[in-house]
C-alpha cells in the first residue's frame, strides 16, 4: 500500500433518490422522509441544499434542507453522520457552524443524526 487513506465512498445508488444524487445516502433517506411528511400534511415544503451568506470569509454556507412546517415556520435541517449529538463528539466545523448560526442565522436550525433508526437532533436558535 502507497500510505494513502482509503476512504470509504457510500455506493452512488443508495444516495439517488428521484434522480438526484445527494451528497450522502442519510440525505436521501431524509429526502424521502421530508416527502412523505408533506405527502402526510405534517410540512407544507421543502427544498435542498439553501445557500445562506453568513459572517464567513471563506465561502457561503450550503446547509441540507429547508422546511416549511404547517404553520409557516421556516427552518434549516443540517444532517451529521458518524456521531452522537448529545454526547459531544462534534467536530470543529459543525462547532463553527453552530457558533456563527447562533450570532448570524436568520431562521432555527436543526442539527440531525441518525442513530440506528432513528433521528438524533439538536436546535441551533440564533440570538
Avoid at 64 to 92: M, N, P
Avoid at 105 to 114: S, Y
Amino acid at each position: 500500500m502507497s500510505g494513502r487513506r482509503r476512504i470509504p465512498i457510500v455506493n452512488k445508488a443508495a444516495r439517488l433518490y428521484k434522480g438526484v444524487r445527494y451528497d450522502s445516502g442519510i440525505e436521501a433517506i431524509r429526502a424521502h422522509e421530508l416527502d412523505l411528511l408533506q405527502a402526510g400534511g405534517t410540512i407544507r415544503l421543502w427544498y435542498r441544499q439553501p445557500l445562506f451568506d453568513l459572517p464567513d470569509p471563506v465561502h457561503r454556507r450550503k446547509l441540507d434542507f429547508c422546511v416549511q412546517d404547517q404553520d409557516g415556520t421556516l427552518f434549516i435541517e443540517e444532517i451529521k453522520g458518524g456521531y452522537a449529538l448529545k454526547s459531544g463528539h462534534i467536530g470543529d466545523a459543525t462547532r463553527r457552524l453552530i457558533r456563527e448560526w447562533r450570532a448570524h442565522g436568520i431562521m432555527p436550525l436543526k442539527l440531525m443524526c441518525r442513530v440506528k433508526s432513528a433521528w438524533q437532533t439538536e436546535w441551533v436558535i440564533p440570538e
